[in-house]
């Protein structure tokens, strides 16, 4: 997926997604954007803890699109889905380098503590603002933590300059956060089909 800085270990998503990340970034938020029937897209899903959430949100008819590097990742988003009865709403995909593979336009996308693991930062927010549908949002989140203001502010542009208006930028706790649409003067992209399709 586009090369990365560093990838989290698999095995770390346990110590990610646990009660209290749950209570500190409640998937339930989400629900400002996210609606029945939606198709939406989770990049790097990790162990599935927005994944999920959006599945409970999208309802019966609704699909979420949870990507990640890691097939051991997307082993354990599979189990949990089909443990809480949400397996035919998740559909799991591993990202292949250099493309993220997308074949399909979603209702929205989340980009949650993601790209700036991502070498090549503008690809991947290229290949995102071209799986947005005309109406869709994305929401992109990063850390304050070990990502400065000044770093997301860098991402911001490079978004804008792909055609993506800022809508507004949400309170996350512990987060640099912007929601994000393709403007309606953009050139329509097309999701990228990674390499050999």
């Not at 990340?21 to 609606?35: D, N, T």
């Not at 959430?53 to 609704?62: D, R, S, T, V």
């Not at 979420?64 to 799991?92: C, F, P, Y």
């Not at 070990?146 to 507004?168: C, I, K, N, T, V």
Request: hydrophobic share 45%.
């Amino acid at each position: 997926m586009r090369g990365h800085h560093h990838v989290c270990p698999w095995w770390l998503g346990y110590v990610i997604d646990n009660p209290i990340r749950r209570w500190i970034h409640p998937p339930k938020m989400l629900g400002e954007w996210v609606a029945a029937g939606m198709t939406v897209l989770d990049v790097g899903c990790g162990h599935g803890l927005f994944s999920l959430g959006m599945a409970k949100l999208i309802g019966p008819e609704g699909k979420v699109i949870a990507l990640d590097m890691q097939e051991r990742m997307l082993d354990v988003v599979r189990a949990r889905a089909d443990k809480a009865d949400l397996d035919g709403r998740v559909d799991t995909r591993r990202a292949e380098a250099p493309g993220l593979g997308l074949d399909e336009r979603v209702d929205f996308v989340l980009a949650f503590y993601v790209v700036h693991e991502v070498l090549d930062q503008e690809g991947l927010l290229r290949e995102l603002a071209g799986a947005l549908k005309p109406s869709a949002r994305m929401l992109l989140a990063e850390p304050v933590i070990h990502w400065p203001r000044s770093h997301f502010d860098q991402q911001l542009r490079m978004a804008a300059d792909l055609g993506l208006e800022l809508l507004e930028e949400p309170r996350i706790r512990f987060s640099h956060a912007a929601v994000l649409r393709r403007r309606s003067d953009a050139p329509e992209g097309e999701p990228d089909h990674g390499p050999g399709e």
